[in-house]
């Protein structure tokens, strides 16, 4: 998953714990690569030794969540894009299908995984409108014992992957006991208290705005911060061009937020203001 973000923490996602929150507990922190991006975890009041047991958790929390969606490697997504369909699909896979459907449901199919052949097809210069002839997520079949896809349509996760992964990390870290810690799987997840600031940037880090987690998460989308075939990497299912530089949402979940965001980048606002409805929890932060 290579989507880029600009979104970045008011000091750095690895910061001393001073400069994210005031308060004198010492923090222990991780950095890594995974779903294409730099990723990092930092825990705040943690022992050391306690700490270094949880980042192991953490990445193979990460490594198998990249073995159900990478769109790189072998996983249960390429086998569903090969296939076109997967029988008794994970809990994880089946979950990050429904939250899509309901987020393409709800922006009114501006949010659609199914525009991976349009993205191929663009970037190895092949048939664009007969692979925009393949993009319609109503025709994905979804049960607990298989996940069908229409004949020749293939998924991307990438507008909602790396959202599901701070929230997977999120809850292995309440599950293990961390009042505070800052997750950063590309998206942002925050728990605990006091709140922690982060600053949200566009292209070429131009400042836009700062605001504050507290178990919240947030997510930023900037079209032209990728270009595909010269064009912003954001694809609208049915053509249309993205309307904004930079949007930023929070939302109590790192994966919705992920993919409003997404969405919303080719959404005039009635139409962010109607999805937002459906949605009570989640909020724009930036629309530039």
């Known amino acids: 998953m ?15 714990a001073s400069a994210l929150m005031p308060s004198p507990a010492p923090a222990a922190t991780w950095a890594g690569r995974g779903l ?13 030794g306690r700490a270094a047991l949880t980042f192991a958790r953490v990445e193979r929390e990460i490594d198998r ?3 159900l969606f990478s769109l790189y ?5 390429t086998r569903l894009n090969r296939d076109g369909r997967l029988a008794w699909p994970s809990n994880d896979m089946l979950g990050i299908l429904d939250l899509a459907a309901r987020v393409h449901r709800a922006t009114g199919g501006a949010f659609d995984p199914s525009v991976q052949p ?18 319609g997520l109503d025709r994905l079949r979804l049960t607990p014992q298989e996940i069908a896809l229409g004949r020749g349509q293939a998924l ?16 292995l870290l309440r599950a293990e ?7 950063d799987m590309g998206e942002l997840a925050a728990i605990g208290a006091p709140p922690q600031q982060v600053a949200i940037a566009g292209p070429q880090g131009r400042w836009l705005a700062d605001t504050q987690l507290a178990d919240r998460a947030l997510a930023t989308s900037s079209p032209g911060g990728t270009l595909l075939a010269g064009q912003p990497h954001i694809l609208g299912p049915s053509g249309q061009p993205p309307l904004w530089q930079t949007v930023a949402v929070s939302a109590p979940s790192a994966a919705l937020a992920d993919a409003l965001s997404t969405a919303f980048c080719l959404m ?10 459906a949605f009570p929890g989640a909020r724009i932060e930036v629309m530039a």
């Open 2 to 16: 290579n989507r880029r973000r600009f979104l970045c923490l008011t000091a750095a996602v690895l910061a001393p």
């Open 65 to 67: 969540i990249e073995t």
């Open 118 to 135: 349009l993205w191929q097809a663009m970037a190895t210069g092949g048939d664009r409108e007969a692979a925009r002839a393949l993009i």
């Open 156 to 171: 991307t996760l990438n507008g909602i992957a790396q959202g599901w992964t701070a929230d997977r990390i999120a809850a």
């Open 36 to 48: 294409g991006a730099a990723l990092g975890v930092t825990l705040h009041g943690a022992d050391p």
């Open 73 to 77: 490697r072998d996983s249960a997504l």
């Open 268 to 277: 005039p606002r009635p139409a962010i203001a109607r999805a937002l409805a």
């Open 177 to 183: 006991g961390y009042g505070a810690a800052l997750i």
